[in-house]
């Protein structure tokens, strides 16, 4: 390829003008369920109802809004509860007992967020075809298969006494607020829907309605089953060597641990330890003779895991930042502590902020505590009391296996016999349908995923060699959080924590999804600790791969990993705590969590920032989360600079590189153009070679695997291998990804690089997953908010996600961030990514969506003088008359 035809075209391409490859569509189009798109059910005449009348639709839309000042009864309480709003509309609530407390919560929730508690509820017990149709079958059958609610049921009875009477609590509160209140008056949403004729009235809310969300959030942060799966693929269609090549391993000696060091020590985690216990033997369970059937088995494993909707999370280790420092790092002289959780864009957002207070704390009614609460589940779930605070990120341990199993009629093959298959039969309603029964099987390992869909059910004709002719093959699903577990003990435990000791054993009773915890308190102390429920597998599986169900050897043990021999540290010499989802220890811990960590990218850039910062203030510990430097591009920018253009056209945005510090604010036309590079670079890579569905999404993963690549310039994976008689090396990908993104940038934003802006690519829409896609513009208008246009990026600290795969629109977000000041808890600071309202009418139903986008936050008061200064409205709930 000669240097002159490398740099065509040498004007601007048309708007329009189509691409080499195809692209797949926008994230945006795909990323919703089929059953949220409701054009079947809201016709046109449902459109002409809404749109008859401004007025109409304006009482229509704004009758839900909740009542916030005043009086209310509320039946079931023994004293006043009073619920007192910001300018944002962010409730304090302030009682008598424990009880009441979590009563009213229940009921504040279902004022702002009922029908966000609804939809869930349906998602979790797979009930969402009773409201939404056919559509909705898929994800149904996925969740019933695993039986999230069933699960649900049997925790209602291994949780502690305490809680159970809080969860009833909470749900009483519920229904006091639904019981007084029709459809239409709980959400617009019931509005639209019944007027499609539903039909519709929301059942009462139970305490496993609350146990069951929980599943949800273990689902979306379940660890490495998507790179199980995707593994296995690519090894499949590049073969094993190769695919290990996509997975490089963690860089130890470039990207900190969490802890840095400690050892387990007859069964305890001790951090001042320098030697313990050795590592299981492991060992991959693939064997050479079988993995052509294992492969063959997994090919469509991929759709049955998609037909959960994306709401309700992918499980694809978005990530989340945390970190804490003491008071010699700090400028107030006390702890600081940092979060903020990266989760799926959605309207609205998954937490709602929240306090709850006794007026009198003791031991009866010992609740102080303020954050982030998960509509649907009492209690705070991240944030601070009075004499500690808390935060989350994602520990991803292996908490999945993938099982092929061998299916004999009514049986399966383990351990060289054929054992039962355990079965139950499940019935979903289907709305405007006839009821659909579905058949469940499972092997000792789990629930059959195979059997979701028509296609898997036949999976493995090319299966393990020697396989007797018309053997069946499935894939079973094994996960801790299939079977009950105390994790909403841990969460009322955790609010009522005032010491490192009392946190600890709070936080033994988190079982999933496993998280790594950071700490402070107004003591002076900091610390982390991984709290979780982790299989230990025998030697024969080192759970990377799927494996084999007929193999007793790659089984897990019947004990996990446990709560004592799990990392923790107080006090750590280096005086700070960095969690953002990288390797939790090194790699002589005896215990194999995963190997599949994120690879640190975001971990060690903000542990450089704070060892430069020296003693920080609660602006800069905000600052720093929403730095936005790349990681990847001081690797990349200095390769593309090599790449010799014509002046000009070719040139010009590379020559915006050549000065760019790697930063990407949203107004940044460098960071445009490189971002633009990068998905090119990315496509004339790997998509010639890599099936459509493992195409790369651009974020930390393939950080390092290009790193290696461009120290590679004649490594296979440059050439192109659908082009014939021609051998592509580095510098020929470079050179044509920099022509491709001048082109693309040009059609998208402007001929003139003055005009790029990362931003302008990079926008955040939030969407409502029901009505929101439902395909009719006025009812879409009504719940959809956007376009924001937003700095950041995938696997930096500011980490708003994009996939390259799809486009350049953000997927995921910072959920939340958070600071607290443990010196003074009324000088924290908070922001949520839309708002604590689910109502579309509600002035908080994206108010404070706009400050969150240009990285700004909220006061965050918590004694009772702050709140009552801050406060605007005053409701006060009161014991209601009883029948």
Known sequence: MSDQQADRPTSPPEAGASTRRRRRPLAALRAWPRWARLSTYVAGGLVLVLLAATVTVGVLVRRPLPQTSGSAELTGLEGDVEVVRDEHGVPQLYGDSLEDLVRAQGYVHAQERFFEMDVRRHATAGRLAEMFGEDALESDEAVRTMGWRRVAERELAVIAPRTRQLLEAY????????????????????TVLNASGLGYRPEDWTPVDSLAWLKAMAWDLRGNMGDEVDRALT?????????EELWPAYPFDRHEPIVGRGAVVDGVFQADATTGGTRLPQRPAWRADARAGQRAALRRVRDALDAVPSWLGRGDGIGSNSWVVDGEHSATGEPLLANDPHLGASVPGVWMQMGLHCRTVSEACPLEVAGFTFSGVPGVVIGHNADIAWGFTNLGPDVTDLYLERVVGDGYRYDGEVRPLRTRTETIEVRDADPVTLTVRSTRHGPLLSDVDDDLAAIGEDAATGAAAGQEYGVALA??????????????????????????EAASSFAVPAQNLVYADRAGHIGYQAPGVVPVRKSGNDGRWPAEGWRPEDDWTEESVPFDGLPNVLDPEEGFVVTANQAVIGPDYPYALTEDWDRGYRAQRIRDLLEEEGELTVEEMLDLQLDDLNPMAGTLVPYLLDIDLRPGYASDGQELLADWDGS???????????????????????????PEELWPDGGQRWFAVVARLLAAPADPWWDDVTTEDVVERRDDVLRQALLDARDEITRLQSLHPEDWSWGGLHTLELRSATLGESGIAPV???VNRGDWEVGGGSSVVDATSWDAAEGYGVT?????????????LDDSRWINLTGVSGHPASGHYTDQTDLWATGETIAWPFSTEAVDEAGEDVLRLVPGRTE
């Open 171 to 190: 749900a009483a509160g519920v229904n006091g607020y639904l019981h007084e209140r029709s459809a239409s008056e709980l959400a617009v949403e019931y």
């Open 235 to 243: 090894a499949a269609a590049v073969g094993e060597e190769r695919a």
């Open 812 to 824: 995921a977000v910072p959920s939340m961030r958070m600071v607290v000041s443990l010196a003074d």
């Open 780 to 782: 879409e208008a009504l």
């Open 664 to 690: 990407q604010p949203a107004d940044s036309a460098p960071a445009a153009y490189y971002n633009v590079v990068w998905r090119n670079l990315l496509e004339r890579t790997f998509h010639d070679e890599l």
């Open 479 to 504: 996960w801790t959080a299939l079977e009950p577990t105390t994790t909403a003990d841990a969460i009322i435990a955790m609010n009522t924590a005032t010491d490192w000791e009392s946190f600890r």
